[in-house]
């Protein structure tokens, strides 16, 4: 079994990103790992260099900034590292996710049980998606998502994050998957209020608008966080100690939306009947 990691990234320092961090979080569990690099303005490319480990492969790229429909360059840079990758499974891991050293073996337990099943085209994962700091959880979005997909399959990413997998050359549909066994660690909402601030200026053209000033974390219902009281990757700890925001407050004047109330009910529900209701990108096989 050969296992390819990939990502894309752009002025991920001056965005706060722990991207670092990230790829080494993936490097024991693959054989390869493709980084898209757009032209920065900062020392992305000479950071991943740093990390001076042959397995990495670095493609320079140039973003296109005519493309400000959806997010859809950053699918067009997704493919451009999935492309190159020679693996039997592609491994999708952002510049703000991270995976646990102790869940590795198990992850790649799974993707070599599963190899040999064409039925089986991606492997989905939990999501811990931190807010306002390390110490708590959102939950009002996606809470399972694939992150690893069969490298023989026609797919595309639209929008960067999810694939559609195409049939006929004119279908597409959500693949079909299996859960990875283990959790990914989602930190880019956590950050510092000044580096967050930084990205959403830098983005927000890519998806037709632009952001407002970022002020902090508080403008959010607070019926949507969770306290986690886990143990962190090993390698976040530096990160979390200088890069990460300590501290959480709600905004005095925040008022609930109609999103918050349907968000709310939705929580009711869950807690009530015990199951978990969020969009899904895949089609579960378990």
């Keep these: 079994m050969k296992v390819s990691g990939f990502t894309f990234l752009r002025n991920a320092v001056i965005n706060g990103y722990p991207f670092v961090e990230s790829i080494k979080s993936v490097l024991p569990l693959v054989d390869e790992f493709i980084c898209a690099i ?18 990495i492969k670095i493609i320079d790229t140039d973003w296109n900034e005519r493309m400000h429909d959806r997010g859809f360059v950053y699918g067009q840079q997704k493919m451009i590292a ?6 039997d499974w592609a491994f999708y891991l952002e510049g703000d996710e991270v995976l646990h050293e ?30 306002g700091t390390p110490f708590q959880t959102g939950i009002a979005g996606y809470r399972k998502a694939p992150r690893i997909i069969r490298n023989s399959i026609r797919t595309i990413a639209p929008d960067g994050l999810f694939w559609v997998v195409m049939q006929k050359n004119k279908r597409g549909r959500y693949p079909k998957a299996k859960y990875a066994g283990g959790s990914i660690y989602h930190y880019g909402h956590c950050r510092r209020i000044d580096r967050m601030a930084e990205k959403l200026k830098q983005v927000g053209k890519y998806w037709g608008n632009d952001h407002q000033d970022f002020k902090g974390y508080g403008n959010i219902d607070v019926s949507e966080l969770r306290q986690f009281d886990g143990c962190h990757p090993q390698i976040m700890r530096h990160w979390i100690e200088s890069e990460a925001e300590r501290a959480f407050q709600q905004s005095p004047d925040y008022q609930l939306s109609r999103r918050d109330l349907r968000n709310r009910f939705r929580f009711w529900l869950e807690d009530l009947l015990n199951i978990e209701i969020s969009k899904k990108h895949f089609k579960a096989l378990d």
């Design 102 to 131: 102790q869940e590795i073996p198990n992850i790649k337990k799974v993707m070599e049980d599963h190899l040999s099943d064409p039925e089986v085209e991606a492997l989905y994962f939990d999501f811990l998606h931190f807010y």
């Design 38 to 55: 757009g032209s920065s303005e900062d020392e992305t490319r000479e950071r991943v260099e740093q990390i001076s480990d042959s397995k």
């Design 82 to 87: 999935q492309y190159n990758c020679s693996g």
